[in-house]
């Protein structure tokens, strides 16, 4: 618990310094066995792990399109401290906690111990312990993936680590830069592009601000060859199982897959980033950064007021300004949910830059690290850059642009209202700023418990138990999860069509086929006659059919049409037979929530242990 120059914290700071894990730890506490997911990406996760410290290889035994970095970091957790759900919990707590840390740490120098401090918490609060009804996996403690949240944290420290290199100038901070920058390409590649991005634009930065060229190039060869050691390392280890081309183009997976397939022109991912009706998405932000720019003139109209004496229509103003959020914009909800972030980062990161450069040696801290966060920030608001939200995606994807504006919101604005106002009015204005940003924060919270409060119904037992929300699409899992014991033999093989990896975690049933999912997104990876082929040659011992709506990827039902499953459906009836059904019939109408467990016909129930199953 260091600040930036290395020293302890003071007495007097080291309650802003506690504040972060207090809020961590209490939130951990008062939420625990709420996270987790039993049908969507989360379980991916958990099987990929599970499966590598059962012997089983990314890449060749598992079909994976994502960097190997999280996975292994995920299988070595569970190798060391025990295969459950409670130890990846654990592990992803603590991360988020450090970010929380890293988060303070880079903000103190530019806004001071106090507004950083705030910013941590928020982080906590909003993003990192974050509660959702359905698909409760948008979070930093059962994330979707775990690329983003372990890039994020990665990325911060490469800034961290470049921030102590500019006052040290000492090779190990750079060298500890470039291995925390190469260890982010092993993980997924929209982090990786900002926090190259963000790298760039801290050089560019150091150079206006007087740094020799020469030390600046010296230091950029000591952090990248660290990073070339890193990465080469992980493609050395990888050629263990694979030849060495295809050990290369595994570190760089999600590269890889943007490159070699038109995943990215899917209509998901259009609709994710806003792509599919981009004029609306577009005025949908523009009326919310109005929204906000409203609010701020509230509040300067009341400072102006009680400047003047006039504390009635002061206090009005006020009043007015804070309710502007939720009586003026109940569907464009600027604050809570971040609709404006696109527009209001760009803007912030053109005036810092522009600051950078008119400026040069004289630019103060807090400009240069707008300028390398802004930029960070934008990049990382690609996948969702006409549609931002701190919901869903959001919660990585829109984090830092969050952040980054509540930070301006905090210190430069106020900077400015004083300018005009003076010392008296800037600190009613932050008061007032405060003071909505606390109902902001404080109602997202409240949101978040009342959601995982409803989570009541059990998944999983011992270590590996969670509860999920009482719903249609959560009933059928839990009654088949308590069933499958009595369904399935030990060591038999299962494969969930089209998700649902998370019962082979939770029951430790093997994979059927290398592929985890079988959903639009792996059929544009790896191809239908790959993800097909596989199923038809190896056929599993069971499956699960479970539902989901794809309407969202343009598509039908999964198996009502030939390109997306229908040949699968069809050889399922012929090859299987239906043993037990929870809930509705599943992919039948969008709604059909239920799962149906469906045996081989000719499959040979073991008669000793000799026969059971191989864990192949």
């Given at each position: ?133 359905e698909y409760n996996n948008f979070n930093f403690v059962s994330p979707f993936v775990h690329e983003l949240t372990h890039g994020t944290a990665l990325s911060l420290l490469t800034l961290l680590a470049l921030d102590r290199w500019q006052k040290t100038e000492r090779t190990r901070e750079a060298l500890l830069a470039g291995a925390a920058y190469g260890l982010v390409w092993l993980t997924r590649i929209e982090v990786s592009v900002a926090l190259t991005a963000a790298c760039a634009a801290w050089m560019w930065c150091r150079l206006r601000a007087g740094t020799p060229r020469r030390l600046l190039l010296r230091g950029a060869a000591e952090s990248l060859a660290s990073a070339g050691v890193v990465i080469a390392i992980a493609v050395l280890a990888l050629s263990r199982t694979m030849p060495w081309t295809a050990a290369l183009a ?367």
């Amino acid at each position: 618990m260091r600040s930036v120059t290395g020293a302890l914290p003071s007495r007097r700071d080291l309650p802003w310094f506690l504040f972060p894990v207090i809020t961590g730890l209490f939130l951990a506490a008062l939420r625990w066995k709420t996270y987790g997911v039993v049908n969507v990406d989360f379980g991916q996760e958990m099987t990929a792990a599970w499966s590598i410290t059962e012997g089983k290889h990314l890449y060749t035994d598992i079909a994976y399109f994502k960097g190997p970095l999280s996975p292994h970091f995920n299988a070595l957790l569970l190798w060391l401290f025990g295969v459950s759900l409670r130890t990846i919990f654990v592990a992803n707590i603590c991360i988020a906690v450090a970010i929380a840390y890293e988060i303070l740490t880079l903000a103190r120098r530019a806004c001071g111990l106090p507004v950083s401090s705030f910013l941590a918490c928020v982080f906590l609060i909003v993003f990192g312990f974050s509660v959702d009804k359905e698909y409760n996996n948008f979070n930093f403690v059962s994330p979707f993936v775990h690329e983003l949240t372990h890039g994020t944290a990665l990325s911060l420290l490469t800034l961290l680590a470049l921030d102590r290199w500019q006052k040290t100038e000492r090779t190990r901070e750079a060298l500890l830069a470039g291995a925390a920058y190469g260890l982010v390409w092993l993980t997924r590649i929209e982090v990786s592009v900002a926090l190259t991005a963000a790298c760039a634009a801290w050089m560019w930065c150091r150079l206006r601000a007087g740094t020799p060229r020469r030390l600046l190039l010296r230091g950029a060869a000591e952090s990248l060859a660290s990073a070339g050691v890193v990465i080469a390392i992980a493609v050395l280890a990888l050629s263990r199982t694979m030849p060495w081309t295809a050990a290369l183009a595994s570190a760089f997976a999600t590269l890889h897959a943007l490159l070699s397939t038109s995943v990215s022109s899917s209509p998901f991912f259009l609709h994710v980033g806003g792509w599919d009706h981009p004029f609306a998405a577009l005025g949908f932000q523009i009326a919310a950064l109005l929204v906000v720019i409203l609010w701020l003139l509230f509040f300067f109209a009341a400072v102006d007021l009680w400047n003047r004496n006039d504390r009635l229509m002061g206090t009005i103003f006020a009043v007015m300004g804070m309710f502007t959020v939720f009586l003026l914009a109940r569907r464009v909800l600027p604050l809570l949910h971040g609709t404006f972030l696109t527009l209001s980062t760009f803007g912030i990161t053109a005036v810092a830059i522009y600051r950078v450069h008119t400026r040069g040696t004289h630019a103060s801290p807090w400009e240069q690290m707008t300028v390398v966060m802004g930029v960070f920030a934008l990049v990382m608001l690609g996948k969702i850059a006409l549609q931002p939200s701190i919901r869903y995606y959001g919660f990585v994807h829109a984090m830092p642009a969050y952040l980054l504006f509540m930070a301006v919101l905090l210190t430069a604005v106020p900077h400015m209202v004083r300018r005009t106002a003076g010392e008296k009015g800037a600190r009613i204005f932050l008061l007032f700023v405060v003071l909505t940003m606390g109902m902001e924060v404080g109602g997202k919270a409240r949101i978040d418990q009342v959601l995982s409060s409803r989570k009541t119904i059990p998944i999983g037992a011992g270590a590996d138990a969670f509860f999920v929300s009482d719903t249609s699409m959560n009933r059928p899992f839990a009654a088949f999860l308590q069933k499958a014991p009595e369904l399935i033999p030990t060591g038999s093989t299962l494969t969930a069509i089209p998700e649902g990896a998370m019962v082979n975690y939770l029951l430790r049933l093997p994979l059927g086929i290398p592929v985890l999912n079988m959903m639009r997104t792996e059929y544009y990876i790896f191809g239908k006659d790959r993800m097909e082929g596989e199923l038809f040659a190896r056929r599993p011992d069971f499956i699960l059919i479970t539902h989901k709506d794809t309407s969202v990827f343009g598509l039908p039902l999964y198996g009502k049409m030939p390109e997306y499953g229908a040949d699968v459906m069809a050889w399922l009836a012929r090859e299987y037979e239906q043993i037990a059904l929870f809930g509705e019939q599943p992919l039948t109408h969008p709604e059909s929530e239920g799962v149906a467990l469906w045996r081989r016909k000719d499959f040979r129930f073991p008669q000793s242990p000799q026969d059971v199953p191989s864990l192949r």
